[in-house]
């Protein structure tokens, strides 16, 4: 008996405290972000990319050209080695090593400068989305900003991805 009227009063307190947590929430002004959107909406984002683009051009030109050369050599070795002599076939692998190793020596920094570039742009970008966010949600009164990823369900009302979109395509 007792366990039962200890148990009852316990799912009272739960309900108590799950109604007022309600309420509470109920009186925040929530919104929900989609950054992914947001990046992907900014005109500042194809900027980015052609900026990118353009400072790696020639390097990425470069392994390119070298890549079609390996492919080329590869082939002629699969199609014309039955017919090569070993002297050919030596001289054509070594080719192929020494192009492999600049290959290597070439493509490695290049990726690895890329993408240090384009995450120090998306940083940049990534402040400008977070200025524009605190902005919004200090003008607007909101309580609390979650990601649209962190909500299972939002209202469109609630989303201010489009007002964010809006503000930073006006930054330079």
């Known amino acids: 008996m007792f366990k039962q009227s200890v148990a009852k009063t316990a799912v009272v307190l739960l309900a108590g405290l799950m ?35 353009a400072e790696f051009e020639g390097r990425i030109a470069d392994v390119q050209k070298l890549e079609k050369d390996i492919a ?8 014309d080695g039955a017919t090569m002599n070993d002297q050919q076939k030596k001289t054509l692998q070594a080719e192929m090593e020494k192009q492999m190793k600049s290959y290597e020596q070439m493509a490695r920094p290049l990726d690895e400068d890329y993408r240090r570039r384009q995450g120090e742009e998306r940083n940049k970008l990534m402040g400008l989305v977070k200025n524009a966010i ?39």
Not at 23 to 44: N, R, T, Y
Not at 74 to 79: H, S
Not at 155 to 163: L, V, Y
């Open 134 to 172: 605190d902005g919004i949600a200090a003008k607007d009164g909101y309580d609390l900003i979650l990601s649209s990823q962190a909500a299972v369900h939002v209202k469109p009302e609630f989303d201010i991805s489009k007002a964010v979109i809006d503000q930073v395509s006006k930054a330079k």
């Open 72 to 79: 080329f050599n590869q082939e002629k070795l699969k199609r």
């Open 19 to 53: 109604m007022a947590g309600t309420a509470a929430a109920k009186e925040m002004k929530i919104g929900v972000v989609d950054v992914q959107s947001i990046l992907s909406g900014l005109p500042q984002t194809t900027t980015i990319q052609n900026t990118l683009k």
